[in-house]
């Protein structure tokens, strides 16, 4: 929610007209839909940690090149499109994640309270990219840190014991 809070706010402040944001914004919306499938299939496909790891990277990345390229209307949308081909490819890893560790049966209940983190991170993104921003007078900060995170985010899906939670059987007396 940082980006979605934010982008149009920083590319104003470096001075870009207002279309530029709103075009950003858009290829986010457009290419989330082709990454949240591509990331899926590659979920099918391949171990879903390891692809989750891969789109972390990716993420950090696309963050660190829009941080450090010089802010154009073209480096904008192009960053609009590549943040969003990996914006909501977590859900459907993070669902499958979830249903090939613990089952079906507990599927609901569990990415229930995923989906409920989340949206508390959507929540410290926003708030807090504010509040750098007040602090700072600048978004540098605050990017960087979005970067440190999904480098921790990368690194922290590598370890999953992503095999399924076996439950004892209980056998009638």
Request: charged residues 10%; positive net charge.
């Given at each position: 929610?940082?980006?979605?809070?934010?982008?149009?706010?920083?590319?104003?402040?470096?001075?870009?007209?207002?279309?530029t944001?709103?075009m950003?914004?858009?290829?986010v919306?457009?290419?989330n839909?082709?990454?949240?499938?591509f990331?899926?299939?590659?979920?099918?496909?391949?171990?879903?940690?390891?692809?989750?790891?891969?789109?972390?990277?990716?993420?950090?990345?696309?963050?660190?090149?829009?941080?450090?390229?010089?802010?154009?209307?073209?480096?904008?949308?192009?960053?609009?499109?590549?943040?969003?081909?990996?914006?909501?490819?977590?859900?459907?890893l993070?669902?499958?994640?979830?249903?090939?560790?613990?089952?079906?049966?507990?599927?609901s209940?569990?990415?229930?309270?995923?989906?409920?983190?989340?949206?508390?991170?959507?929540?410290?993104?926003?708030?807090?990219?504010g509040?750098?921003?007040?602090?700072?007078?600048?978004?540098?900060?605050?990017?960087?840190?979005?970067?440190?995170l999904?480098?921790?985010?990368?690194?922290l899906?590598?370890?999953?014991?992503?095999?399924?939670?076996?439950r004892?059987?209980?056998?009638?007396?």
């Amino acid at each position: 929610m940082f980006i979605a809070t934010h982008l149009p706010s920083y590319i104003a402040d470096k001075g870009l007209p207002g279309n530029t944001a709103a075009m950003a914004l858009a290829y986010v919306g457009i290419f989330n839909i082709f990454g949240s499938y591509f990331w899926g299939l590659m979920g099918d496909r391949f171990n879903k940690r390891y692809v989750m790891t891969s789109l972390y990277t990716m993420r950090a990345i696309v963050l660190a090149l829009f941080v450090t390229v010089p802010l154009s209307t073209q480096s904008a949308t192009v960053f609009g499109a590549a943040i969003g081909f990996c914006w909501l490819g977590t859900v459907p890893l993070t669902s499958g994640l979830v249903r090939q560790i613990f089952g079906a049966k507990y599927m609901s209940t569990l990415y229930g309270l995923v989906f409920f983190t989340h949206q508390i991170g959507s929540f410290l993104g926003a708030w807090v990219g504010g509040r750098v921003f007040d602090h700072y007078g600048s978004y540098t900060p605050i990017w960087w840190t979005t970067v440190i995170l999904a480098i921790v985010a990368a690194l922290l899906h590598l370890p999953i014991n992503d095999k399924p939670v076996t439950r004892p059987v209980i056998q009638p007396a």
